[in-house]
């Protein structure tokens, strides 16, 4: 697959273009401006930066307060920081008031990699889904960044924007277009799907290709949406294939996996079902790919827990 | 730059504002009484605050209420939410019978103040987040050239909340002279005295330290505040921070000063007597 760009690169773009279109957007940054790639955005839209210093509480509940007066504010923060040291702010100055902040957390998940727990974000969709009046989103390559930071600028209400910092492949998309609370078609099969969000799209495209050549079709859907989530997607896909796995860069607790399993066993549909993400312990130490290689969130990993699934080892 | 809102009418004189003051606490006895819930110490001791803000400083009113320019208030101190709601329906934000429902089922009246109430800004009742919005929305109005000024109420105990100070210093950094924060003094929080759960003091050297203007007034006293108030800011490119001593409980004797009435609803009996003490106050305005 074709490397690009880091979607946190794409993001920075995407909003430097927003912000020439829109005089009234602003970025609030916590120091992080050079982490999230915003260094050119300062430089060329210098008026459109609000710096607030390393104080996350303050980063949410000050962009609460330019958005009641009218401005349009991307908050830009680690994501380790931003939803769980300003979790509070989110919940009550944005969500609980409706103020249609776009919290973005950069370098997520174990993107930070050998920083270690500190820095990782394992827990941002389980806090975040259970706040009334947020959408999650975590787009899989520059295309859904692009397409996702776009939609959320005019989408009126409160966005958990959340980005890698790892370059992303192009993925190509059986039905083009991008839209949020809809799942992205990536791959068309009936055996298994794949449903995946963020940056394990890709190791769960790469797995489908692999088990494609052992005679296994799998279906890969991009839910890039964590909330609201595409049931009607997820429902389908537990209905038309014969197992599922669920992929995230999050902990196996409160994430897109329970999403998924609360939302089909509801539905009365129980295929063989296998929620792939951090398991409730210390996380292993390394880079993001060796962490991902560690649990499984790698082409031959899924592989193999797609093959056990199924029933073939 | 647009027009700004007409000016708040009526504007209430002096002595004026001594009777709404004791009105206000009646009103607040009354609705505390009524629904058996409600912080009426701390409501007791910022219902003056409340009372210069909107009947003579806030240039805020329900026709200019969604007005780009109009004055901003902020109350961070949202636990008080009757005494701003009181001051709201009297000046016609919504109509007083409306807090008859305050907290029942499905009323827009509860415990701290929402948007759902006409007149509210924000959603508050969280400690330690008011300052962080006001500040957003006064630097909003320094980029956008605005004139129109953001005032924050802020309870004393809360100050030991670290998102003030993160607050504080991002308003001195980028010179909001358009911001006034009142501290309600009162020296009490829910446990007991501010000063023994957590010294605060000397909060004027803190705030001055922040890069805030500070001055002291007397909180329960209308002319003191009105005199301050009207004065801001009190150095232009700095903050204001208004170090408001106030009494919780004030107005009636067997409350002021005591931590029980953080949220003590009185029986029929201390009701009577409190309402008797508000009346004989209000007769010796002259």
């Known amino acids: 697959?074709?490397?690009?760009?880091?979607?946190?690169?794409?993001?920075?773009?995407?909003?430097?273009?927003?912000?020439?279109?829109?005089?009234?957007?602003?970025?609030?940054?916590?120091?992080?401006?050079?982490?999230?790639?915003?260094?050119?955005?300062?430089?060329?839209?210098?008026?459109?930066?609000?710096?607030?210093?390393?104080?996350?509480?303050?980063?949410?509940?000050?962009?609460?307060?330019?958005?009641?007066?009218?401005?349009?504010?991307?908050?830009?923060?680690?994501?380790?920081?931003?939803?769980?040291?300003?979790?509070?702010?989110?919940?009550?100055d944005l969500c609980y008031s409706d103020r249609p902040v776009k919290?973005?957390?950069?370098?997520?998940?174990?993107?930070?990699?050998?920083?270690?727990?500190?820095?990782?974000?394992?827990?941002?969709?389980?806090?975040?889904?259970?706040?009334?009046?947020?959408?999650?989103?975590?787009?899989a390559d520059n295309y859904e960044t692009r397409e996702a930071v776009r939609a959320a600028a005019n989408l009126p209400k409160p966005v958990y924007l959340r980005f890698g910092k790892k370059p992303m492949p192009h993925l190509r998309r059986v039905e083009p277009g991008f839209q949020l609370g809809k799942a992205s078609l990536i791959r068309e099969g009936t055996d298994l799907s794949f449903l995946a969000c963020g940056e394990t799209v890709a190791p769960a495209y790469a797995a489908a290709?692999?088990?494609?050549?052992?005679?296994?079709?799998?279906?890969?859907?991009?839910?890039?949406?964590?909330?609201?989530?595409?049931?009607?997607?997820?429902?389908?896909?537990?209905?038309?294939?014969?197992?599922?796995?669920?992929?995230?860069?999050?902990?196996v607790n409160g994430g897109l996996g329970e999403a998924c399993a609360g939302l089909l066993l509801q539905a009365g549909i129980h295929p063989p079902f296998k929620i792939v993400g951090f398991p409730d312990e210390p996380t292993v130490t390394g880079s993001q790919e060796e962490i991902f290689r560690h649990y499984g969130i790698d082409g031959p990993g899924l592989r193999a827990t797609a093959l056990q699934v199924l029933g073939r080892t | 730059m647009s027009p700004k809102p007409p000016p708040l009418l009526p504007r209430l004189t002096e002595r004026e504002l001594k009777r709404k003051s004791a009105q206000y606490?009646?009103?607040?006895?009354?609705?505390?009484?009524?629904?058996?819930?409600?912080?009426?110490?701390?409501?007791?001791?910022?219902?003056?605050?409340?009372?210069?803000?909107?009947?003579?400083?806030?240039?805020?009113?329900?026709?200019?209420?969604?007005?780009?320019?109009?004055?901003?208030?902020?109350?961070?101190?949202?636990?008080?939410?009757?005494?701003?709601?009181?001051?709201?329906?009297?000046?016609?934000?919504?109509?007083?019978?409306?807090?008859?429902?305050?907290?029942?089922?499905?009323?827009?009246?509860?415990?701290?103040?929402t948007r759902e109430v006409n007149g509210v800004e924000q959603n508050t009742g969280a400690l330690g987040h008011g300052l962080a919005v006001a500040v957003g929305i006064a630097l909003a109005g320094k980029m956008n050239r605005k004139d129109y000024r953001v005032f924050t109420l802020l309870g004393d105990g809360k100050l030991t909340e670290g998102s003030n100070w993160?607050?504080?210093?991002?308003?001195?950094?980028?010179?909001?002279?358009?911001?006034?924060?009142?501290?309600?003094?009162?020296?009490?929080?829910?446990?007991?005295?501010?000063?023994?759960?957590?010294?605060?003091?000397?909060?004027?050297?803190?705030?001055?330290?922040?890069?805030?203007?500070?001055?002291?007034?007397?909180?329960?006293?209308?002319?003191?505040?009105?005199?301050?108030?009207e004065a801001v800011p009190f150095?232009?490119?700095?903050?204001?921070?208004?170090?408001?001593?106030?009494?919780?409980?004030?107005?009636?004797?067997?409350?002021?000063?005591?931590?029980k009435w953080h949220h003590g609803v009185p029986n029929d009996d201390e009701f009577s007597r409190a309402m008797a003490e508000l009346e004989a106050a209000e007769a010796a305005i002259e």
Do not use: W
């Not at chain 1, 827990?123 to 009046?133: E, F, S, W």
């Not at chain 1, 005679?215 to 949406?225: D, E, F, I, K």
């Open chain 2, 166 to 229: 993160e607050a504080a210093m991002t308003a001195a950094h980028y010179r909001l002279d358009n911001l006034t924060a009142i501290v309600d003094r009162n020296g009490l929080q829910i446990t007991g005295s501010t000063e023994d759960i957590c010294q605060l003091a000397p909060l004027d050297e803190k705030f001055e330290a922040f890069g805030f203007s500070v001055q002291r007034c007397d909180g329960n006293n209308v002319g003191d505040l009105l005199r301050v108030l």
């Open chain 1, 1 to 92: 697959m074709e490397q690009a760009l880091a979607n946190l690169e794409v993001f920075a773009a995407t909003l430097l273009e927003l912000a020439r279109e829109d005089s009234d957007l602003l970025v609030v940054t916590s120091d992080s401006r050079g982490s999230a790639k915003l260094a050119p955005f300062a430089k060329a839209a210098s008026g459109q930066i609000v710096e607030v210093g390393i104080a996350e509480q303050n980063l949410v509940g000050v962009a609460a307060g330019l958005t009641a007066a009218g401005k349009k504010v991307f908050a830009v923060s680690p994501a380790s920081f931003l939803t769980a040291r300003s979790l509070e702010q989110i919940k009550n």
């Open chain 2, 25 to 113: 606490r009646k009103s607040l006895l009354r609705l505390i009484k009524a629904c058996g819930a409600g912080h009426t110490g701390g409501d007791l001791s910022c219902i003056d605050i409340l009372n210069v803000l909107y009947n003579r400083v806030l240039r805020v009113s329900p026709e200019t209420f969604h007005s780009p320019d109009r004055d901003y208030y902020i109350q961070s101190k949202g636990h008080c939410a009757e005494a701003l709601f009181v001051v709201l329906a009297d000046r016609g934000f919504f109509c007083e019978k409306d807090l008859e429902t305050l907290n029942r089922y499905r009323s827009p009246y509860i415990g701290h103040p």
């Open chain 1, 103 to 139: 919290a973005v957390g950069i370098s997520a998940g174990v993107s930070y990699g050998a920083l270690g727990t500190t820095h990782h974000s394992l827990h941002d969709y389980a806090a975040l889904r259970a706040i009334h009046n947020i959408t999650i989103v975590a787009p």
């Open chain 2, 235 to 259: 150095n232009p490119g700095r903050p204001s921070l208004v170090l408001a001593r106030t009494r919780k409980g004030k107005g009636i004797s067997f409350m002021e000063n005591a931590a």
């Open chain 1, 209 to 251: 290709e692999l088990l494609a050549k052992e005679g296994v079709q799998c279906r890969v859907l991009s839910l890039h949406t964590v909330k609201p989530l595409d049931e009607a997607a997820v429902r389908k896909a537990g209905s038309e294939t014969r197992a599922m796995i669920t992929v995230e860069e999050h902990s």
